[in-house]
């Protein structure tokens, strides 16, 4: 977002006003203005008009374009207020669980570089990234923003001069350029947000087109006045769209995409009023001085809003009711006023020489940058487990019936728990864990391939969290293991509904239909399904009928019981309490949800193997567990753990006996 500047046109000073509460209400209530998240593409209309009219104006009347001049403006504009939140919210890291310390470290120095937008566009692909709130996370708005101001006057530029000496005109030649960049962002967006909506929110290239509407419209506005009548017309139906799209619009609604449309051509349209004299129009309303202080302030009011949320979220652990969201509003307009006063009104009307300023910037990206990558290198350099010589007991203490959990000894478990979230299978760093948007089969390969028994295990990211208790396995028996997985995907020949897409996982049935013909050209000994118990009761037909047609084929199909899905994460529960004992050990009876698996399962009359023993004891489910950190969220084991789960694996398997039928047969 633009900061705030004088004598702007008022409009759109009381625009940015609407903008920044939308944003505001939808963070607080969001029930009373679910879709207020749109101010964000209304300050996207916003910052394109601006910029690129000034752009554009300079250009026709020097006749050149100071781009060291420019940034100078945009860093004497912006980084000021942004440095203080960022160094506010470094400062308030110990008020967090230490497990969220680096993701938030992580978040900072993405900030500070303008590339927040794509560190979150990775999580939002990333099934591990489930339920990320991280106090920087509304900086991705001013990353799209802070590239669009990096490579807007570098590309305008060199359109301007080509046009020189031609039949068209630079204004005609430099439209049709954005016309052209917007038209194929909006295709990009309308293509990608059904596809992977979590890319399509965040990327660059599906909100180019919404700065390039803004800038369009600076270019062109002039060549035909509006009439009174039409521009009071125009105003209304404008905010009245902006109104519509924050009512209307849900978390459910498919965005940005074909939806992105409406409010963002009420912007354009509001802007385009701007001048209109009738008592009727918008102007009266969006001129009135509290909406031109909302305006003067919203750059440092979006910028302080969502860390103050954050954090009251965090030290008090309630949700924000009716009282406590109103003092949060009042904390984040008092805090955005003495950044204005102090902070970015000082640095914008300094008067820094350009040098100067791009120095001053510098220093502040460093600031950032510097110590964030350095605690990262520092807690990197720890190994994520705390494993040292083998494996530690881990699932094994289960079976002693002398083991008492309760003895545990905290400061000694593997991995620690602040570290729990890094304990993932090596699936993901190696890629082969298949993504929502492709239906290729990927498979991650532990042992021999010229094993005689060979293993698959396929599902979701329940069965991927099994795939270093089969590494482990691989290393100690002669089996090759394949593990087959796709996020958030039911192995079923039918499209369930996903509720993170917003329609028919699609992409997973046809996931479904490839890996059933990769199975019957690999033809293993066992086929393993593991799956997430979050699916609706429903899918079990669709289950049975993919299952089936394992089993017509003639392969060995088992299902693996769901493990504990508890009601809070174990890491950031034993970072806020110390009586771990009492706070972070849940209930069995709360743990277990309905398994779709077990279900599918039993229809089919395909044998089972459950591992609830290792996890729970007859009324309660450990998080420790023979020195070993078992979660790394709320339903995922750590790969520890997992890994110490390879006797009973092979137990249940009757692994030995199946090894030496294989063995037999080769002699024979």
């Given amino acids: 977002m633009l900061s705030a500047r004088h004598q702007l046109v008022p409009e759109i000073q009381g625009l940015r006003a609407v903008a920044v509460l939308a944003v505001l209400v939808y963070h607080i209530w969001p029930s009373a203005l679910p879709g207020g998240y749109v101010g964000v593409d209304v300050f996207f209309v916003i910052s394109g008009y601006l910029i690129t009219g000034s752009l554009f104006k300079e250009f026709e009347g020097t006749g050149r374009i100071d781009i060291p001049a420019f940034y100078a403006r945009r860093i004497r504009r912006l980084l000021p ?44 692909v990333d099934y591990l990234a489930d339920d990320a709130r991280g106090p920087m996370n509304h900086f991705w708005s001013l990353s799209v923003e802070e590239q669009y101001y990096i490579a807007w006057p570098l590309i305008l530029l060199p359109i301007l001069y080509l046009a020189r000496g031609k039949t068209i005109s630079r204004r005609a030649a430099f439209g049709w350029f954005i016309g052209l960049i917007g038209l194929g962002s909006l295709l990009y967006s309308i293509w990608l947000t059904p596809l992977n909506p ?51 619009y849900s978390d459910e609604t498919s965005f940005p995409g074909y939806a992105a449309i409406l409010p963002t051509f009420g912007a354009a349209a509001v802007i385009r009023s701007s001048g209109a004299l009738s008592r009727w129009s918008v102007s009266p309303v969006l001129n009135a001085r509290p909406f031109q202080y909302l305006g003067d302030i919203s750059y440092s009011l979006y910028l302080w809003h969502w860390p103050v949320i954050i954090l009251f979220g965090e030290v008090t652990g309630r949700s924000i009711g009716p009282l406590s969201g109103l003092v949060l509003l009042i904390v984040s307009v008092a805090l955005a006023h003495l950044s204005k006063v102090y902070v970015e009104d000082p640095f914008r009307t300094g008067g820094a020489s350009v040098n100067r300023s791009l120095a001053a910037g510098l220093a502040g990206i460093i600031l950032i940058v510097g110590p964030g990558v350095g605690y990262l290198a520092w807690r990197d350099s720890f190994p994520d487990t705390g494993v040292a010589g083998g494996l530690p007991r881990g699932a094994v203490a289960m079976q002693d019936p002398g083991y008492d959990w309760r003895q545990e000894d905290l400061a000694r478990a593997a991995p620690q728990p602040a570290m729990a979230r890094k304990d993932v299978p090596a699936a993901y760093a190696s890629k082969c864990h298949q993504n929502q948007s492709r239906t290729e089969v990927l498979s991650c390969d532990y042992g021999d391939p010229k094993s005689k028994l060979k293993i698959v295990m396929l599902g979701d990211s329940h069965a991927t969290h099994w795939f270093p208790t089969f590494e482990e396995m691989a290393r100690r028996q002669s089996v090759f293991f394949r593990g087959v997985a796709k996020s958030a995907c039911l192995f079923s020949l039918e499209a369930v509904y996903s509720p993170t897409l917003k329609r028919p996982y699609s992409e997973c049935a ?59 994460e174990p890491g950031k529960c034993f970072a806020t309490n110390e009586n771990w004992q009492g706070a972070c050990i849940p209930d069995r009876a709360s743990v277990f949800r309905p398994d779709l698996t077990l279900a599918a399962a039993q229809r089919l009359k395909v044998p089972s193997l459950d591992f609830s023993e290792h996890f729970c004891r007859a009324t309660s489910c450990p998080t420790i567990i023979g020195g070993v950190f078992v979660y790394r969220d709320s339903h995922h084991m750590t790969a520890t753990f997992a890994r110490t789960l390879v006797e009973s694996m092979e137990s249940k398997l009757s692994l030995t006996s199946r090894l030496k039928a294989a063995s037999g047969a080769i002699d024979g």
């Avoid at 066992?526 to 003639?554: C, F, H, K, T």
């Fill in 81 to 124: 207020a942004a440095t203080v939140v960022s160094l506010a919210v470094a400062l308030s890291i110990p008020f967090f669980a230490r497990a969220q310390w680096s993701d938030i470290t992580g978040s900072l120095v993405a900030s500070a570089l303008y590339v927040q937008n794509w560190f979150l566009a990775a999580q939002a």
């Fill in 198 to 248: 979590g890319v399509a929110y965040f990327a660059t290239t599906t909100r180019a087109w919404e700065l390039a509407l803004g800038g369009a419209l600076a270019v062109f506005q002039a060549r035909k006045p509006l009439s009174q009548p039409a521009r009071a017309a125009l105003g209304g139906a404008g905010l009245g769209a902006i109104v519509v799209a924050c009512l209307a």
């Fill in 510 to 568: 046809e996931w479904s239909k490839n890996v059933l013909a990769w199975l019957a050209r690999e033809r293993p000994d066992v086929v393993l399904i593991s799956q997430s118990p979050a699916y609706p009761a429903s899918v079990v037909e669709g289950m049975g009928n993919a299952w089936q047609r394992l089993l017509d084929i003639g392969l060995n199909v088992q299902a693996v019981a769901s493990t504990p899905w508890l009601q809070f």
